[in-house]
């Protein structure tokens, strides 16, 4: 059974950071990963889609990379601004594509 | 165009009582998937829809949660008996075919539940 891990679980930095969210899971046959962003009392908006086949993923300010063979993937977002404040969380398909596992979600918040 | 959408937004009901809640997806998209998501148990996948195919309830937590999907569109997730650990956030996703390897999901705006 897939786990999906992030870490860390809450994170506060400066406005201007460069920072790295990170995310692992325990069954490395996958065939891609998703990042989504979840505000307040709202739903989940996905960020970043990467197929097994490629290494990493850019959109914008943020890139997202995966590594099947150790189990991991990142979320990097460069120069932070207070509206990326929100929850970020990763998640897995299942072997069939029929169900995503979410690891618990790392709470961003960035100061002014 | 549009996204996915969810109604009700907020739903307060009565231990006890059924509830049921409403997903549209996104037109064109044949995969639907509702999940839960909780304080205590963050995000669970309950069901999973795939156009005609016998739907995945694999995730439902008891018989008292059901979900069906009418002419491969709309979708509704029903609760019997309401009970307080039921209490919430249902979120209903929608994507094209769920093939091997998946497809991004879209998610809608979720339906928050409280059962007193």
């Known amino acids: 059974k897939q786990e999906v891990t992030q870490i860390p679980a809450a994170l506060s930095v400066p406005e201007g950071e460069n920072l790295v969210l990170n995310c692992s899971f325990t069954?490395?046959?996958?065939?891609?990963l998703q990042w989504f962003r979840q505000d307040p009392g709202k739903g989940l908006t996905s960020l970043l889609l990467?197929?097994?086949?490629?290494r990493e993923q850019t959109s914008g300010r943020l890139n997202a990379s995966l590594d099947k063979s150790s189990g991991r993937s990142t979320l990097y977002i460069a120069a932070s601004q207070p509206g990326d404040s929100a929850t970020y969380l990763c998640?897995?398909?299942?072997?069939?594509?029929?169900?995503?596992?979410f690891g618990g979600g790392t709470r961003l918040m960035v100061k002014p | 165009g549009a996204g996915v959408s969810q109604s009700p937004s907020n739903k307060v009901t009565e231990k006890g009582k059924d509830v049921e809640l409403r997903c549209d997806p996104i037109?064109?998209?044949?995969?639907l998937y509702w999940y839960r998501q909780s304080l205590g148990q963050g995000l669970e996948f309950l069901i999973y829809?795939?156009?005609?195919?016998?739907?995945?309830k694999s995730g439902l937590p008891s018989d008292r949660f059901s979900a069906e999907r009418t002419g491969g569109s709309v979708s509704t997730l029903t609760i019997q008996r309401t009970q307080q650990e039921d209490s919430a956030v249902y979120l209903c996703?929608?994507?094209?075919?769920?093939?091997?390897?998946?497809?991004?999901?879209?998610f809608g705006p979720g339906t928050r539940l409280l059962v007193l």
């Open positions: 996703a929608s994507s094209f075919s769920s093939q091997r390897g998946g497809r991004t999901q879209y």
């Open positions: 069954d490395s046959a996958i065939y891609n």
């Open positions: 990467i197929q097994s086949s490629q």
């Open positions: 998640a897995a398909p299942n072997n069939a594509g029929n169900m995503l596992t």
């Open positions: 037109s064109g998209h044949t995969a």
């Open positions: 829809f795939q156009g005609n195919s016998a739907p995945d």
